[in-house]
């Protein structure tokens, strides 16, 4: 069974300029999450999506951030505009259904703003 | 203060050691419980879940204090391939996943 892919593996950007993240999740999973993991951090939830429904969006910078599902399926997460802080990790993971299923995490695209 | 605590480590072990982490939680509605392993440049990857009851798989024994709001991993007879990052995790009533700052292993020859 394939698992999460993610898109790009890397992404160095300046400071002000946007990026865009690619996630497709693992084929048949309902609820799709976005996470961003700082260095030396645990990851922190984004965005919960369950098909193309927001779940929980309350830890996602909205003035700068945005993650859309349009078709339930795939999604994509911008940064618009970048700051040095946006540096880190962001995982996008999978479940099943979303009450109680393991999520499965996808390899991470790892951004640097400079 | 944070939901999840860990202690950050490093804890560097000679192979053949018994290791335990600990980690605490703050929000008492918390429902469910887990450990998942993080290697170096990787995803995330469950590890076990934890129970009330205590649960061991193989090496690697989980317990769960809900009086205490304390979980533990216990590692035994440790291998090299266990070096990596621990990372405690709580699930809200809500799905939510909270994640710690983990916990970094390294097991030595």
């Known amino acids: 069974e394939a698992g999460v892919a993610q898109s790009p593996r890397y992404k160095i950007i300046e400071k002000r300029q946007s990026v865009a993240f690619w996630c497709n999740p693992i084929?048949?999973?309902?609820?799709l999450y976005w996470y961003q993991q700082i260095l030396g951090q645990g990851p922190k939830l984004l965005i919960q999506?369950?098909?193309?429904?927001?779940?929980?969006d309350s830890q996602l910078p909205k003035d700068r951030f945005s993650a859309e599902r349009l078709k339930g399926v795939d999604s994509t997460l911008k940064i618009q505009p970048a700051k040095l802080e946006d540096s880190a990790v962001y995982l996008c993971?999978?479940?099943?259904?979303?009450?109680?299923?393991?999520?499965?995490f996808g390899p991470g695209t790892r951004l640097l703003v400079l | 203060r944070k939901e999840v605590e860990q202690d950050p480590g490093p804890f560097n072990v000679p192979e053949g050691a018994t290791v335990a982490f600990n980690c605490t939680y703050s929000?008492?509605?918390?429902?469910?419980f887990f450990w998942y392993r993080q290697d170096c440049r990787k995803e995330p990857k469950l590890l076990m879940s934890?129970?009330?009851s205590g649960n061991e798989d193989g090496r690697f024994t989980a317990q769960l204090n809900r009086a205490s709001q304390y979980i533990s991993l216990l590692i035994r007879d440790s291998k090299l391939s266990d070096s990596a990052t621990y990372l405690c995790?709580?699930?809200?009533?809500?799905?939510?996943?909270?994640f710690g700052t983990g916990t970094r292993l390294q097991v030595f020859p």
């Open positions: 995790v709580v699930r809200h009533n809500t799905d939510k996943l909270i």
């Open positions: 993971a999978s479940s099943l259904l979303s009450w109680g299923e393991t999520q499965y």
């Open positions: 084929s048949g999973h309902a609820t």
């Open positions: 929000n008492s509605a918390s429902q469910s």
């Open positions: 999506f369950q098909n193309n429904g927001v779940v929980d």
């Open positions: 934890v129970y009330s």
